[in-house]
């Protein structure tokens, strides 16, 4: 007898005691895809409420879509389709910020090719404003990643973002964190993504390899000296995969002094529930479910 093909493994599953399958109408579904993880969470628009969140790992030999195709058929609530809306939030390294001044939908591909090399055959070219900031972000989703989610969710408004927007997002209703003398590292799955801001503006995002402590420390203190400022009085704010208890966190103790780690938006509100996670480890993805309503 063959034994049964795993898929993937969960990590984490959380579910507020407020959800109910009879309001899903009321409900968006948020998918972030990466290589290694899918997370999936639902965000009550009518009370501002995260009510999931759950983590899955994916099996090295298996097939995203299949991964997919696989959550979908297994899930309570996934196949459900009277969602309020979708969100596809997409963790590629293919982005870019530009002034709105510059940007044109139809000059967004050109925009993007001047960071980095694009095959659109294979992918397709998305865009979101931050109308705070006067910017817009440029981005890529797979085109087999796009085409599954459309041919699941027919009749459902589809929103595609990268993850550094959501953390955009989550920052900047925060004023207090847009100091001048507060750095934001946003850490995900061997990533390592830098904010800084000047009198609330966004001055400088970029994302860095970040495969050991030492490559962490390299880019955290290179882009301190970048930006002129002082170790023993800059406050570095840490967000995604980082815990007080972490390697990675004890070592940027030896050079940063003023360290902490990031609050979730607090216009978002979660149950007891989520009491056992570390608010900052999913701040991209609770930023995304107060930024889109």
């Known amino acids: ?47 501002n409420r995260c009510l999931v969140y759950e983590q899955y790992e994916i099996e090295k030999s298996i097939d995203f879509i299949d991964f997919l195709e696989q959550i979908y058929k297994d899930h309570a609530f996934v196949s459900a389709g009277y969602w ?25 591909l050109n925009l993007l090719r001047l960071n980095t090399v694009i095959n659109i055959d294979e992918v397709d070219i ?24 459309k041919g699941k969710y027919p009749y459902q408004e589809i929103i595609c973002v990268h993850e550094n927007s959501a953390v955009l997002e989550g920052l900047i209703v925060q004023p207090n964190q847009l100091e001048m003398r507060n750095l934001h590292a946003f ?19 970029n994302t860095f390899p970040s495969q050991t402590t030492k490559d962490l420390i390299y880019y955290v203190l290179l882009i301190i000296t970048q930006l002129e400022l002082i170790p023993s009085e800059v406050s570095l704010v840490l967000y995604g995969d980082i815990l007080a208890q972490d390697n990675n966190y004890n070592e940027l103790r030896k050079y940063i002094n003023r360290i902490s780690f990031g609050q979730r938006p607090k216009e978002l509100s979660l149950g007891f529930k989520f009491d056992e996670i570390a608010e900052h480890t999913i701040f991209d993805v609770l930023s995304v479910g107060n930024w889109i309503k």
């Open 84 to 108: 309020k809306k979708i969100i596809l939030m997409c963790t590629t390294p293919s982005f870019t910020y530009v002034p709105e001044e510059y940007f044109s939908k139809e000059n967004a």
């Open 187 to 205: 850490i995900d799955e061997k990533k390592l993504t830098l904010f800084f801001f000047k009198h609330g503006n966004l001055y400088f995002l």
């Open 126 to 149: 998305f865009h979101s404003p931050h109308p705070h900031q006067h910017i817009y972000s440029i981005f890529t989703i797979e085109k087999k990643i796009l085409r599954w989610i």
């Open 1 to 47: 007898m063959e034994k049964p093909i795993i898929y993937y493994q969960p990590v984490r599953l959380i579910k507020d005691e407020k959800f109910s399958v009879d309001e899903i109408y009321k409900y968006n579904i948020c998918f972030k895809i990466s290589n290694k993880h899918c997370m999936i969470s639902v965000f009550d628009t009518s009370t």
